[in-house]
């Protein structure tokens, strides 16, 4: 994984800041099924920081 690809997936980190609250379970699939394996858990952390309800 280069320095790119990591970077490009830590901007969608920022991007869950932006969706409507509506949208963050919808998005939280999309971030962490577009993942890759080594940042699991980056995905985990910030899974779990995230209420769904």
Known sequence: M??????????KIDGL???PFWDV???MTVFKGDAP???APVTDY???CIRLH
């Open 25 to 27: 379970q919808e998005g």
């Open 2 to 11: 280069s320095s790119e690809d990591i970077r490009h997936f830590c901007g």
């Open 17 to 19: 800041a932006f969706l």
């Open 37 to 39: 394996e080594c940042m």
């Open 46 to 48: 910030i899974g779990s």
